[in-house]
């Protein structure tokens, strides 16, 4: 297995987090690419899609490796790149309400999900939950690299449901620190939310009906200050950010709205 990297330290900026791993690199020419790369994507805000490329590199660990070894939805071609099997999730088996292309597993990518949860400011407070979570790897990350007080999960489909628990065996059994995620395998408007500090949904897929129906529940059931990530802009609510990148296939020229109830 690969060494695994540092999480960040309590109080600790993106900026000075992302400092320290380049600094700590032993490859003299990493370190200097690596931090020139980081004051460009300091100039913009960390969300160039350049500094993804980066992300990806530093990610390229125990639990990165741990997952994907393990998935049985991914193979891996020559240069060991990740490719996803054409997955549709429990053909038979729709939630009521929602048209066959809204539900098809379009999982975000790993290397992009790191910066995104970075710049929500997660911390050891939080309570995240994840609604369409698919292969749950966003509460995997939230759970270990930032330490969040509770990470849930809602996935609709049983196998995707299925894949994650068994993903969430092999990670703890190689000592990687996701046991305080929990998987629910239920239709996302059935689920409460009540103590969810930090809601994050790759639904770009949604029907506007869908994605306004969720919007509803989410002002309804969470506190003011609640964070909401979403691959779509709400409106009705204030942005705190919005992060361009290369997601995988989400709407808006790849854009991420992190946004506040």
Same mark, same amino acid.
């Given at each position: ?70 998935? =049985? ?5 020559? +240069? ?6 054409? !997955?549709? =999730? ?23 999900? !790191? ?79 009540? +103590? ?66």
């Amino acid at each position: 297995m690969r060494e695994q990297k540092e999480k960040m330290k309590t109080g600790e900026t993106f900026e000075t987090f992302m400092r320290r791993l380049i600094e700590s690199s032993p490859s003299s020419k990493i370190r200097e690419e690596g931090l020139k790369l980081l004051e460009k994507s300091k100039k913009e805000g960390f969300k160039g899609i350049e500094a993804g490329k980066y992300y990806e590199h530093i990610l390229d660990d125990e639990l990165s490796t741990v997952f994907f070894k393990n998935h =049985p939805l991914v193979t891996f071609d020559k +240069d060991d790149i990740v490719r996803y099997e054409p !997955f549709d =999730p429990d053909k038979e088996n729709r939630p009521k309400g929602f048209d066959v292309l809204e539900i098809v597993w379009c999982p975000i990518w790993i290397r992009s999900l !790191f910066p995104l949860l970075s710049e929500a400011n997660l911390t050891s407070n939080d309570n995240f939950y994840d609604l369409g979570a698919g292969d749950f790897r966003a509460n995997f990350l939230a759970s270990h690299y930032f330490n969040v007080k509770k990470s849930v999960g809602v996935e609709y489909s049983l196998s995707l449901t299925n894949i994650a628990k068994k993903l969430k065996d092999s990670l703890i059994k190689n000592d990687i620190n996701v046991r305080n995620v929990k998987i629910i395998n239920s239709n996302i408007f059935d689920v409460p939310l009540e +103590d969810a500090t930090v809601i994050y949904t790759f639904t770009s897929q949604f029907e506007q009906k869908n994605k306004e129906k969720l919007v509803s529940k989410v002002k309804e059931e969470t506190k003011k200050g609640t964070r909401f990530i979403s691959t779509y802009r709400v409106p009705s609510l204030d942005v705190l950010t919005a992060i361009p990148g290369r997601y995988a296939g989400v709407g808006e020229e790849g854009i991420m709205y992190i946004h506040e109830i």
